[in-house]
């Protein structure tokens, strides 16, 4: 069997971290370092090396997303820095700095995560100064952010995550810290990418992701003892290692009731009936005190499956809990599974047949196929505000407002009402599905 074609692109002392331990799997790994002095350079790398390489990983965030605007065809990947990366950081600044610190400046970290990073190690909050972008950006920019706010005397150090910034700093005569991932991190990352090209290259097919995660978590852990929770997390996944196998798949372990699990599109079908039903449903009811949903995605690539994987669990978690969604390539929704309102429907927002009659109500173009696969699924062209709302997933008087619309436009009219219990009897419309259909 061939070895794995892996690029690992970065600076060259991350790039040497990543390439050491990616040794651990020399037998089924062939290892590439790329490196680059500035991120600016991995349009340049991959010109280059496009079409040489089962599989990309990135030192960090800022080279990955360059990358993935560079239509690679081959899955890419990241090592995250996260919570225990920046923790590592701020014990080096508690120990060396021995000076008071009027601010310190960030890049890449959102505030929440700093945050918390120093309340977990029980450190005085500074005072903060925030670089977070979730778009592309130049190094230069980002320096030029630290340097002004230590010139003017706002900060006393600055941290990042970028090796040319921290390099152009240094050379500037401010005080910095550079951002390191864990070796834990880079494993869980590499694990990741294996699996995921494994499961491309041996099944066949098109990827298929799952993101699994107990519900707030965070809550879990502090309601029971350690322990409890730990035991929780233990029963899940010995449910889930049985459900991969059945899969003909791998599972990982992200941490804190998160799981992924890579098998094939085709065997996921065959075990779901259709993406009709979770098939470890009933287990997780009976044997797992606490609530788990999940997020199913179809793609050509371990990126886009995931991607809609994600996208999947999103979904789920606007639907409330124990939910599972599944989202294709196609951008196909279906779900919930093993639920009585179980709908497939597009959720294409361009689609220009459904964007006319949504701006014409008021809606989405999502809401609107929704609501064609309700009416599909129920096959009748009759329904109330309350059944409405429960298909859709809306509140009813959301769904009151879409069926007033649909009734001032002429594509419904009202239909009687119907009394189900004590109360007041519930409007019903007669939705004209011809008439909806033809103007589209």
Partial sequence: MPKIQMAIVGPSDSVALLNEIAKEWADILNVSPLIYEDASEISQIVAQYKESFDVWVFSGIVPYRRASALQIHAPLFYIPHNGASLYRTLLQINYTCHTPIRGISFDTFSEKEITETFTDANLPLPKM???????????????????????????????????????????????????????????????????????????????????????????????????????????????????????????????????????????????????????????????????????????????????????????????????????????????????????????????????KIANLLNSSATTINKLLAALDKLDRDTIGAEDLAVYLSITKRSARRLLLNLERTGFASAAGEEMIGRGRPRKLYQIHLQSLLQSM
């Fill in 129 to 355: 100064f925030i670089y977070h972008s979730e778009n592309i950006v130049l190094a230069d920019e980002i320096t030029n952010y630290h340097y002004q706010l230590w010139e003017k005397g706002q900060t006393s150090i600055a941290v990042t995550c970028i090796f040319a910034t921290y390099n152009h700093l240094k050379k500037m005569g401010v005080p910095v810290c550079r951002i390191w991932p864990t070796r834990s991190n880079i494993r869980t990352t590499l694990d990741i990418a294996i699996h995921a090209f494994e499961a491309e290259r041996f099944k066949g097919g098109q990827l298929a992701v799952q993101q699994i995660v107990i519900e707030d978590f965070g809550s879990l852990v502090r309601s029971h003892s350690s322990y409890m929770a730990k035991k929780i997390e233990l029963k899940l996944y010995e449910i889930l290692v049985d459900y991969a196998e059945k899969l003909q798949g791998s599972i990982v372990s992200r941490g804190d009731g998160q799981y992924t699990i890579y098998s094939t599109r085709g065997i996921i079908e065959k075990l779901t009936d259709s993406l009709t039903v979770v098939p470890i449903l009933d287990a997780l009811a009976r044997d797992v005190a606490t609530d788990v949903s999940g997020g199913i995605g179809f793609g050509l690539t371990a990126y886009s499956a995931e991607e809609n994987a994600f996208r999947a669990l999103g979904l789920s978690k606007q639907r409330g809990q124990n939910i599972w969604m599944a989202v294709t390539d196609e951008k196909e929704v279906i779900g919930p599974l093993s639920s009585p309102v179980h709908l497939r429907y597009s959720f294409h927002s361009d689609e220009k047949h459904c964007q």
